[in-house]
């Protein structure tokens, strides 16, 4: 079973970045595929990107295309998203999950995942 811990949450201004780290352990990370979610108030969780558990293969939701960045290190049993031009509804609790899928495969999806971890605040300011 694997334990998963975000980092890297804040307030930025529209414009800016930021760097989420989703440190994981317990588990033999490099069988997993990995993804983030978000969920503001008020609405339901929702995909924002996936990553196959070699790095071969991505997704991203639409919203967020040409602006975020996943990326794993499975030596350091971490998976990163990398957030530039953030807009104010970028604004959510993000979340790091993961699954174990055979290599090549990414989860797309809110429902699929099957370990979560506890959620880093990003506040985007107007």
């Known amino acids: 079973q694997v334990q998963l811990v975000e980092s890297g949450g804040g307030l930025v201004q529209a414009g800016g970045s930021l760097r989420l780290s989703c440190a994981a352990s317990?588990?033999?990370?490099?069988?997993?595929?990995m993804g983030w979610l978000r969920q503001s108030p008020g609405k339901e969780r929702e995909f924002v990107a996936a990553?196959?558990?070699?790095?071969?293969?991505?997704s991203y939701a639409d919203s967020v295309k040409g602006r975020f960045t996943i990326s794993r290190d499975n030596a350091r049993n971490t998976v990163f998203l990398q957030m530039n031009s953030l807009k104010p509804e970028d604004t959510a609790v993000y979340y790091c999950?993961?699954?174990?899928?055979?290599?090549?495969?990414?989860?797309?999806?809110?429902?699929?995942?099957?370990?979560w971890g506890q959620g880093t605040q990003v506040t985007v300011s107007s």
């Open positions: 990553i196959s558990r070699g790095g071969a293969r991505t």
């Open positions: 317990g588990g033999t990370f490099s069988m997993y595929a």
């Open positions: 999950a993961a699954r174990q899928r055979p290599s090549g495969v990414v989860v797309v999806g809110t429902t699929e995942y099957n370990y």
